[in-house]
């Protein structure tokens, strides 16, 4: 705690000392937030709020069996998660397990499995924007997802095969309703739904700016060698760092091979935007980081098997 204090105003002092870098730091990471993740995540945030919302779910789930029921909800948490983009499928699990549609084993295996780059940002931004790789879209994805979607196959199939599922039936299996009119009812979920949203994206705004003034003081330090400060600035925050990446003089194949793995962890923003979502929910971020820096080691090693067999 003491060490954690120190470090924050040294931080502080710092950034006060070099006012012009912070807020050229400031602006990278707001520009980020406004032009990408704004309009990228917030219609899905909206989306899966109004999804999951109790009204919504009672008139979906009424006439399935728990275990059915169960079973769908995951399936649309792995496919938003897998989708839409991180931190959604941070949201999804959360939510669900808040909801008691799930256990914390479940939810924490959604969080580390399906809280992953979107195929939007790889495809567009990464692969045709910043590496001039658009081609190798197809087979980016398998290296960054399946990994990932085999683990998924392989926990729930063993935990439905051996073990007794413990459903509890919540407010969504009954069929009695509130005599609330639908049109106001509607106009409910929605103004939630949105607000929720907003406070959502905003806080991970404000991560997009406190790391995007790190990765400025970085790009400062002078005496790194370039590859390694860009690689530095992946781990940090993946958009700025892919950037980076693409600017150095190296053949593109370098390049790619650099970003899958960097791709797959994520970053250290979207961790703490991840921590940020998940919190109140038992869920273990130190397993999270762990599980990511693994699968990230297993797309780098796939990502240079692929080039080995296919050169």
């Not at 607000?195 to 003081?217: H, R, S, V």
Request: hydrophobic content about 50%; glycine content about 8%; overall charge positive.
């Amino acid at each position: 705690m003491k060490f954690g204090l120190v470090f924050v105003i040294i931080a502080i002092l710092i950034a006060l000392c070099q006012p012009q870098i912070t807020f050229s730091g400031a602006v990278s990471g707001l520009n980020i937030w406004f032009f990408q993740l704004l309009p990228t995540l917030l219609p899905f945030m909206i989306l899966s709020n109004i999804l999951l919302s109790d009204p919504v779910q009672e008139y979906i789930f009424a006439r399935m069996s728990p275990l059915r029921a169960k079973k769908i909800r995951i399936l649309f948490a792995v496919l938003a998660g897998l989708t839409f983009g991180l931190p959604i499928g941070a949201k999804m699990a959360k939510d669900l397990y808040q909801k008691n549609l799930i256990d914390a084993r479940e939810g924490q295996i959604l969080l580390n499995h399906c809280n992953l780059i979107g195929p939007s940002f790889v495809g567009s931004y990464v692969l045709t924007k910043k590496l001039d790789l658009p081609d190798l879209f197809g087979i980016s994805l398998l290296l960054l997802y399946l990994p990932h979607i085999l683990c998924l196959v392989c926990f729930f199939s063993k935990k439905e095969a051996t073990t007794e599922q413990k459903i509890h039936i919540t407010s969504y299996g009954k069929t009695t309703r509130k005599a609330t009119p639908r049109l106001r009812n509607c106009f409910q979920i929605l103004n939630v739904a949105i607000m929720n949203g907003f406070e959502t994206i905003t806080i991970l705004g404000g991560y997009l700016i406190l790391f995007g003034i790190f990765c400025a003081f970085v790009k400062e330090i002078q005496f790194l060698p370039t590859g390694l400060r860009a690689c530095i600035l992946a781990f940090l925050e993946i958009t700025i760092g892919i950037h980076e990446i693409s600017i150095l003089e190296i053949s593109g194949m370098v390049k790619y091979l650099c970003a899958i793995p960097l791709l797959s962890f994520g970053g250290l923003c979207t961790a703490m935007q991840t921590w940020s979502v998940c919190m109140g929910a038992p869920f273990s971020m130190r397993n999270y980081i762990k599980e990511r820096l693994l699968f990230a080691l297993i797309s780098g090693l796939l990502t240079i098997l692929y080039f080995f067999i296919l050169y």
